[in-house]
């Protein structure tokens, strides 16, 4: 693929050329190739210690690569730092707001950090508390704020300088749903209204899948698969329709059915793999009756990514995912 379209403008936001990162005799990420498109949402999802972080570190210039190459908006990550620094806004997977000040002057310091004039600076703070609602809490401390509250000023201060890519690492880690929903909403608005490329790390499955556009799995500092969600789930062959069964039943009856492409029987369940599976409920319980197969309920699924993950790498996200970490967050209450 060539960087450069017709209009001679670049087109990758960011591009990562196998990407190394060691500690000592760890290898947090281990040889990691991929392109972003400009205006893109990508994520990179995986279980703790798969290697996010680390990765984000050093395309947002904080860490030093062991080795490898990486551009952002264009500006080589080792040679360019500068540049990366000014083109990027960052939110933090750890919190990093100053609690003894209010949400206004961590902007302000923020802004001031990045030069910007009082003027463009003020206007700048008006818009990125609107969009994430939090005009009316701006003047109070931040040590007051609630977990969600916290979560939206970091993303409102990772937008005052407008930065053209966004790096968000675990937007919403251990955020109740409802804000997590907001915070979704805010990060689209962004991406189509202000055509940010936003780069996101996360371990929840349903974030990855509502909001990006591309999904990478991190695994053990690798990538193991990438491609759009929908992509991603089609690798699953099917949807899945389950019966709960009288036991013992001949699974043979379903595997005989050229439109039914896997039966799985366990204990009283049976599992088929089909294509269009809302469409061919009433064909399966069609299949059932004439074979005098009397069924206690029928559930239609369809892959997750989840399943997807476990198909390649042989376990869950979430089993070894943040769970214990969250917890931790909430125990010492630094996530309300
Ligand atoms: N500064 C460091 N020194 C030593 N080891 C590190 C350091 N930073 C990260 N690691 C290790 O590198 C690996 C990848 O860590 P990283 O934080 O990138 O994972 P992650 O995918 O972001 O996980 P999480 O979902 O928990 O945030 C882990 O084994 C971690 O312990
Ligand atoms: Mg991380």
Known sequence: MNPINQNNKYVFDIEVTALVKRF?????VNGVTFKVNSGEIFGLLGPNGAGKTTTIKMLTTLIEPTSGKAKVANYDIGKD?????????????DPSLDDKLTGRENLVFHGM??????????????????????????????????????????????????????????PTVGLDPQTRRKIWDYIIELNKKHKTTIILTTHYI??????????????????????????????????IISLKVDFPINKNIFSKVKWIKNVKSLNDTLELTVD?????????????????????????????????????TGKGIREEAGSFKDRMRMIHGRMR
């Open 24 to 28: 000592k005799e760890v290898v947090a």
């Open 81 to 93: 730092k500068s540049n990366v620094r000014k083109s990027i806004g960052i939110v933090f997977q």
């Open 113 to 170: 950090l990045y030069n910007l004039e009082s003027k463009v600076m003020s206007k700048r703070i008006s818009e990125v508390l609107k969009l994430v609602e939090l005009e009316d809490k701006a003047d109070i401390l931040v040590e007051n704020y609630s977990g969600g509250m916290k979560r939206r000023l970091e993303i409102a201060r990772g937008l005052m300088h407008q930065p053209k890519v966004i790096f968000l690492d675990e």
């Open 206 to 239: 349903e974030e990855a899948d509502f909001l990006c556009s591309r999904v990478a799995f991190v695994d053990h500092g690798r990538i193991v698969a990438l491609d759009t969600p929908e992509k991603l789930k089609n690798k699953m062959g099917g949807d």
């Open 276 to 312: 269009d599976g809302e469409k061919k409920i009433l064909d399966v319980l069609d299949v059932a009756k004439k074979n005098g197969i009397k069924i206690h309920s029928v559930n239609l699924r369809k892959p997750s990514l989840e399943d997807v993950f476990i198909k390649i």
